[in-house]
């Protein structure tokens, strides 16, 4: 068996354009749906998912706001940017880019932004909405996930996922929005003994312990649905995921590749959740 990758990056395209219809429309009545992203610091690989959004904003027709500040920015300083963007009404959705410089306190950093401006959805008042089903703006990486499962027409309804990974901005709400499906869910970390015991039930596998390859082709039930977040480089400059592809892609029936697979479908989601900031602003 060989299975049928998941071409993420075709499917995010079909979605970008349904929803730069609907920017289309909110322009023509006079409203630019806004997003602001603020980066604090030099990391790498923040600067490109960071410019990655302000592409994808140009792309369909949304305004951005790129508010770079250096890693010495204090916290209050930061707080006080974040207010000043609360109060713009051209602004409609607005993050801060993780991690910080470990001199600010993320979580008073999340709860500043006004969560209907959240698009992360990383606010506490959000985050509790979702444990209920009734988030304003899920977050973007678990909700493109379940976009992809499906525009793939992946039964979830009685399925068992697993879910690998337990971060507040991936495994935790991953594992809700299955259940919501009426998914049995077993949430594990990459701590969890003999893991391959419990991959190995899993009609859906998701992944996202930021552990490469540790995932293999012989944890993996004949058949599943495998989606695998994780993205690391390796020592020869290659990206993987944290499933090992080649050996995961004989055995899986489904498999989302890296890149190439859940990454396009964030951005996707966030442009989708800041396009829903502003309808919802517009009627107000």
């Known amino acids: 068996m060989t299975a049928r990758i998941i071409d993420g990056k075709a499917i995010a395209q079909g979605l970008r354009a349904e929803l730069k219809v609907r920017v289309d429309a909110m322009r023509a009545n006079g409203i630019t749906p806004g997003l602001a992203v603020i980066i604090v610091g030099e990391d790498p690989a923040s600067k490109v998912y960071v410019g990655n959004k302000v592409k994808a904003c140009a792309e369909i027709g949304l305004h951005s706001r790129h508010v770079a500040l250096p890693a010495n920015t ?17 602004i409609h959705g607005l993050l801060v880019q993780l991690p910080l410089p470990p001199h600010i306190d993320s979580h008073k950093v999340l709860e500043a932004i006004s969560p209907s401006k959240d698009v992360d959805g990383f606010h506490p008042m959000n985050v509790g909405a979702l444990v209920t089903g009734a988030t304003l703006f899920p977050p973007c990486t678990p909700s493109g996930t379940m976009k992809l499962l499906e525009k793939m027409g992946v039964e979830i309804d009685g399925k068992h996922a697993v879910v690998v990974g337990r971060s507040n901005i991936v495994g935790k709400p991953m594992a809700l929005m299955l259940l919501h499906k009426s998914a049995t869910v077993t949430i594990c970390t990459s701590r969890t003994k003999d893991l391959g015991k419990h991959t190995r039930d899993a009609d859906i596998l998701v992944v996202a312990t930021g552990k490469a ?14 989606i695998d977040i994780g993205i690391n480089r390796l020592p020869d400059g290659r990206l993987v995921g944290d499933v090992d592809f080649e050996s995961a892609k004989e055995v899986a029936g489904l498999i989302t590749p890296v890149p190439g697979g859940v990454g396009p479908m964030t951005i996707a989601m966030l442009m989708a959740n800041t396009i829903q900031a502003a309808e919802r602003a517009g009627k107000r």
């Open 213 to 226: 390859q540790m995932v293999t082709g012989d944890m993996i039930k004949p058949g599943a649905v495998v």
């Open 74 to 90: 204090s916290e209050v300083t930061l707080l006080e940017k974040i207010a000043e963007l609360n109060a713009d009404p051209a």
